[in-house]
Nanobody
């Protein structure tokens, strides 16, 4: 059974930084894509960044709203997913979720592409 546990959320002022972590168990990391998604009340869950294994280097996707500010990465064992968030803005405030699913040869970008989810960690950015 796949289990994903997020941590690292919190409150920060605009312009600040946070690093989210997602510890995963129950799957073979090098065959799975992982991703960060976020959701605010009343809105649909949206992709932030995803990462998939590659022969030479991992493939990544970033939402336009976070390009140049967020970096997605994994540890060498591909069991922990990270999201380094910099230059945070109030509009980044959301519940952030970690997700994982088998790599099918393309980089997923939609919540519907993932079936395994963590419980989420709250990020609040004040102006």
């Amino acid at each position: 059974q796949i289990r994903l546990v997020e941590s690292g959320g919190g409150s920060v002022e605009a312009g600040g930084s946070l690093r989210l972590s997602c510890a995963g168990t129950g799957y073979y990391g090098s065959r799975y894509c992982m991703g960060w998604f976020r959701q605010t009340p009343g809105k649909e869950r949206e992709a932030v960044a995803t990462i998939c294994p590659g022969a030479r280097s991992d493939s990544t996707y970033y939402a336009d709203s976070v390009k140049g500010r967020f970096i997605v990465s994994q540890d060498d064992a591909k069991s922990t997913l990270f999201l380094q968030m910099s230059s945070l803005k109030p509009e980044d405030t959301a519940m952030y979720y970690c997700a994982a699913d088998e790599y099918l040869g393309w980089v997923p970008r939609s919540p519907s592409d993932f079936i395994n989810w963590g419980q989420g960690t709250q990020v609040t950015v004040s102006s």
